[in-house]
């Protein structure tokens, strides 16, 4: 039986650290790489991903000067080269590399030290990104670190011009809260977002999904000034606009799917919209067929709901992706679709009993049908 795969150990072994602690030994004279391998491998056990980023800058920083202006050149003198600038996506760099961001927050964080922090931070993210870091300094001054993000929007390295996205995300994954206000970020996108480097652009397109969920409107209007100044290739804008609007897509949000091209009142027909077997057993698939016919060539997003039963509750439903297509004129959409009916997901528990399937089609509910979870055999 193969063993289940563990981030964690694939990001922190001795391997990874017995590069971090060759390139610091290279970097800063004195430091002894046996003696913070001896220390730092064994304390890996027990702690989670974040848990033991902390714990391999604690180690590191009793290494370094309690000086932070001396930590941050020595922390800098360590750096790896910088990720390849000829790559366009997909080069977010290693985890190991998070320290120096880590010890950016920890010491850096006096008006004194604010300008070598930025440095520090601008120098590190072109290794790995600092967008978990750049955080309580916009949270601590907010004003004086959008000044530096305005700069750095039009940095020549990519990860820098990244950065200015990533990390004023309203809802990044992981990360810290920032208290400003969610749009304020705005017109730092508006100046990145005709990047050449989709690593850029996809930042941009999730920051507005973030946005999206706060204020769906002012997304709508931002993509709208792109679409007229035209700085952004169309065929690119077209990709930012749909991954921007995934969220309001999903929600039916009637102004996002027209912009899209998707009529809300499109004329449809459904045909067939029906479970396979109407006992589903938790742990299996159901599965169901949809049947779409248009008389004129109609653009469609289907998605279908799943409203969950829960006992004396009212049934929640979840929506989920299921095609995006043109139906050309006169003619009929067919779709079979299996979702698995997860009986030990973590965080959602099945219930039996009678749920309903709903099927919704560009943002518009237009049929529905209900099937029967239950804990024995499906027949």
């Given at each position: 039986m193969n063993e289940k795969f563990s981030l964690k150990d694939h990001l922190f072994n001795s391997?990874?650290?017995?590069?971090?602690?060759?390139?610091?030994?290279?970097?800063?004279?004195g430091f002894d790489a046996d003696a913070f391998l001896a220390e730092v491998l064994p304390g890996l056990q027990g702690r989670e991903l974040l848990e033991r980023l902390e714990w391999i800058a604690d180690c590191i920083e009793a290494r370094l000067s309690d000086d932070f202006m001396v930590m941050a050149d020595q922390l800098e003198a360590a750096m790896p080269p910088e990720l390849d600038p000829a790559q366009s996506d997909d080069d977010f760099g290693r985890f190991i590399h998070a320290v120096p961001g880590i010890l950016a927050v920890r010491h850096g964080m006096r008006a004194e030290h604010r300008q070598r922090?930025?440095?520090?931070?601008?120098?590190?993210?072109?290794?790995f990104s600092m967008e978990f870091y750049i955080r309580p300094f916009i949270n601590e001054w907010p004003d004086e670190t959008f000044d530096v993000l305005a700069s750095w929007a039009s940095d020549p390295n990519y990860h820098v011009r990244r950065l200015v996205s990533e990390g004023t995300r309203p809802?990044?994954?992981?990360?810290?809260?920032?208290?400003?206000?969610?749009?304020?970020?705005?017109?730092?996108?508006?100046?990145?977002?005709?990047?050449?480097?989709r690593y850029v652009t996809r930042s941009v397109a999730n920051h507005l999904n973030d946005i999206s969920k706060i204020d769906a409107e002012k997304v709508l209007e931002l993509l709208v000034k792109w679409q007229k100044e035209r700085r952004q290739t169309q065929k690119e804008l077209n990709w930012m606009c749909r991954h921007s609007l995934r969220t309001s897509v999903k929600n039916g949000h009637s102004e996002a799917m027209a912009f899209l091209g998707y009529q809300k009142d499109a004329k449809l027909e459904v045909k067939t919209f029906r479970p396979v077997h109407k006992r589903v057993r938790i742990g299996e698939k159901l599965t169901f067929e949809v049947s779409l016919f248009a008389q004129k060539r109609t653009p469609v997003i289907v998605d279908y709901?799943?409203?969950?039963?829960?006992?004396?509750?009212?049934?929640?439903?979840k929506v989920f992706k299921l095609k995006q297509a043109e139906i050309p004129e006169n003619s009929q959409l067919n779709l079979t679709k299996s979702h698995l009916m997860k009986g030990n997901a973590s965080t959602f528990q099945l219930v039996p009993g009678p749920h309903k399937l709903i099927l919704q089609v560009n943002g518009k509910q237009l049929a529905e049908t209900v099937f029967e979870l239950v804990a024995g055999s499906a027949s």
């Open positions: 391997d990874s650290l017995g590069d971090l602690a060759r390139e610091f030994a290279a970097g800063v004279p922090s930025m440095d520090l931070l601008h120098a590190a993210t072109r290794r809802r990044l994954p992981w990360a810290k809260a920032i208290k400003t206000d969610p749009l304020r970020p705005l017109p730092l996108l508006d100046q990145i977002h005709a990047d050449s480097t709901l799943i409203e969950f039963h829960k006992p004396n509750k009212i049934g929640r439903a």
